[in-house]
């Protein structure tokens, strides 16, 4: 018998390794595959997109706000992965009755590496675990060391339109952000609530005016349209189009993101 407690502080108790898993959150179903676990996991969302194959070899169980429970209670999981952000605490519950849910919550680096650690642990993959966790503090190093002489920029990162969207504090997109030296105009803005809030981009000027507009690739398709119009209301910002994975999908993700940064600015240079 071997106990664990997951980054929601609860306690799971299980006879032997799960080796039965669905996975509801994208960024943890790369991580499991890229820790060795591909023959383990039975079942993800239709948001799961790496890698690619599995689209067709794993079962599609929904989203991650709408998961098909049924489904899921056929494929006789011994865990299921799910995130505090990404998955709804009802959702959460509902799915206890089937199997252990295994709750991350992910907001800074060390976060993310607690999850790897983790994982290496529950699923006896201790050495996987630990070499990818030495692989990212080589690359936060190097990546740190290559922002040390790059000026600081205030930016407004969207993730939505109709109604416009930011990303604001305690997010770990606002951790990549300030990784960045993005100094984030709606991190705990005081005009504004919560993690994720919507804004008024009319009044984006009086309320920090960014230097960076930062258009996400996911979840909303911005389009240039959208960059024209938030730009009307800015004194001098420039729209870049960034890829949302790499700010919002942690795990072994960030060492992709790490070299996709240095590529942003170099082209802000």
Not at 45 to 68: Q, R
């Amino acid at each position: 018998m071997r106990t664990f407690t997951d980054q929601r502080g609860t306690l799971h108790v299980f006879n032997a390794t799960p080796k039965r898993i669905v996975s509801l959150v994208p960024s943890q179903t790369e991580l499991l595959f890229d820790l060795g676990l591909e023959d383990s996991i039975v079942g993800i969302t239709k948001f799961c997109v790496h890698p690619f194959h599995f689209k067709s070899t794993k079962k599609i169980i929904g989203g991650t706000k709408k998961v098909h429970y049924e489904k899921i209670k056929l494929l006789h999981p011994d865990i299921i992965i799910a995130n505090k952000e990404e998955n709804t605490p009802e959702i959460v519950a509902e799915l206890s009755a089937i199997c252990p849910v295994w709750v991350t919550d992910i907001i800074t680096i060390d976060d993310s590496l607690q999850m790897i650690a983790d994982f290496g642990a529950l699923f006896h993959k201790r050495t996987e675990a630990q070499k990818w966790r030495d692989k990212i503090h080589f690359a936060l190093h190097d990546f740190q060391n290559f922002m040390r002489d790059k000026p600081a920029h205030k930016v407004a990162y969207f993730i939505w339109a109709n109604p416009y969207m930011v990303a604001g504090g305690n997010t770990f997109i606002n951790e990549m952000l300030r990784l960045n030296k993005f100094e984030n105009i709606y991190d705990n803005h005081p005009n504004y609530e919560g993690r994720y809030p919507e804004v008024i981009i009319q009044k984006i000027r009086q309320e920090g005016d960014p230097d960076l507009i930062l258009l996400s690739s996911e979840p909303f398709p911005f389009t240039d349209e959208h960059a024209f119009e938030l730009g009307r209301y800015t004194h001098h910002a420039k729209t870049v189009f960034v890829d949302g994975e790499m700010f919002s999908w942690y795990g072994s993700r960030l060492i992709k993101a790490f070299e996709y940064f240095k590529k942003i600015h170099q082209s802000i240079a």
